[in-house]
Structure formats: C-alpha cells, structure tokens
C-alpha cells in the first residue's frame, strides 16, 4: 500500500476542526488538538510574548524515519542552534522542541530572486528566521525526492492550521523553503506540504473578524 497521499485526497479527507479550536490554539502549557500527537519538550507560554512570527516556513531534512525525536531533543538543547522549533515524525507525532519564544537557526536568509515558484518580491531578504517559525518533516532519507507520509500529511493540515491560529498568521504567508531560498535541485523542498497549506485558505479568528466588521 502507497504511504503517501495524493494533494486533493489529503484535502478531502482532512480532519474536521473542533468546535473550541480556536480556544485550544491560544492556550498556555501543552495544548492537544483531537487527531494530532504533540510531544512538547517545552511548554508554551502566552502567544502574546511570540507576537514576532509572521510566516511559516516547510522545511524537510534528510534524516531517516524515527529521526524527529532526538533532532528535537538536540534542538531544546540548543534552542537557537541550526534546527526548527517544530519536528515531525512519519509516523505523524508532532515534536515541539523549544521555547515558542526562541529563534533557532533555519533558512538561507531568503536569498532567492527568481521568482521561480512565487513572487520573491514580497519574500527576499525578508522571511528569516526571526519572523518565521520552522517546520521539519522528517523521512526523505535516502531518497530526497521521497514525499512526506500520508500520517504527516494528516498531521500537518491540523498542525499548520493551529500555528495560524496561535500566531495570526495567513495562508498566504505559509512557504515552501524552496519558495525563498535557492536550494537543492534534485526535489522541491516543503512544495507539496506548503501548497496543501495553502489551498486549505484558513484565515484565523483575528483576521476572520477584521475582514467581517469591512
């Protein structure tokens, strides 16, 4: 049986939101959403004090499966280390490795200008890490071009959804490391998962509340 998921299917199918959703998402401690394992290595605090992240970047790493545990555990270490805040496991489990206040280490400094995959015009020099949180999907090991597992895929449309949720953040600011930085040219680095996001359009509570008071 094929592990992965086709986009459109992914979609279909999604998990329904809870009716406290957007409770949950702005909560302290270790907040769980039905249908998504997080594993919180730190606690989060008030998502007030990390009113600082304004994107999200998908990023996959050439670690085997069964890697994300202890690359997060590397990670709330070292938390501003070479890394991303948030880890995911083919199996799905979500592994929150640092502080939500921390700034670790990921991207290139938004150094593409081609405008190959979007308009870099609005993302060059300027989707960096200390405005954007980091997602890794683990797995791609050692095929790179190996897409994430249907468990991830699941995974991540509640996750991603939860992370716009807490920090106010649009679909349109949801990016495919790929998108803005000039990388490996062997496969599309967080192409699929970022457009997944995206197609998702879920517009937070904040944003959702401006746009019907216009």
């Not at 592990?3 to 939101?17: C, F, K, P, Q």
Request: proline share 6%; hydrophobic share 35%; aromatic share 8%.
């Amino acid at each position: 049986m094929d592990e992965t998921n086709s986009g459109d299917d992914a979609i279909a199918h999604h998990v329904e939101l809870p009716e406290n959703f957007r409770e949950i998402a702005k909560q302290s401690g270790e907040p769980q959403i039905p249908s998504l394992a997080i594993v919180y290595l730190h606690p989060l605090g008030l998502p007030a004090d990390a009113s600082n992240w304004r994107n999200i970047i998908v990023h996959q790493t050439e670690g085997p499966a069964g890697s994300a545990k202890s690359m997060a555990l590397a990670q709330a270490k070292s938390p501003t280390k070479r890394g991303v805040m948030v880890w995911v496991e083919t199996d799905g489990t979500v592994y929150w490795s640092t502080a939500e206040t921390a700034i670790p280490t990921h991207g290139d400094g938004a150094n593409r200008n081609d405008n190959k995959y979007i308009d870099n015009s609005k993302t060059y020099r300027s989707v960096i890490k200390s405005n954007s949180i980091g997602v890794e999907f683990v797995g791609n090991y050692p095929d790179v071009a190996k897409p994430a597992t249907r468990e991830q895929t699941q995974a991540w449309l509640l996750l991603v959804r939860f992370l716009q949720e807490r920090y106010d953040i649009p679909a349109e600011n949801i990016y495919a490391h790929n998108w803005i930085d000039f990388k490996d040219r062997r496969y599309c680095e967080g192409c699929e998962l970022a457009t997944l996001a995206r197609k998702l359009a879920y517009q937070p509570g904040k944003r959702a509340a401006n746009r019907d008071q216009r």
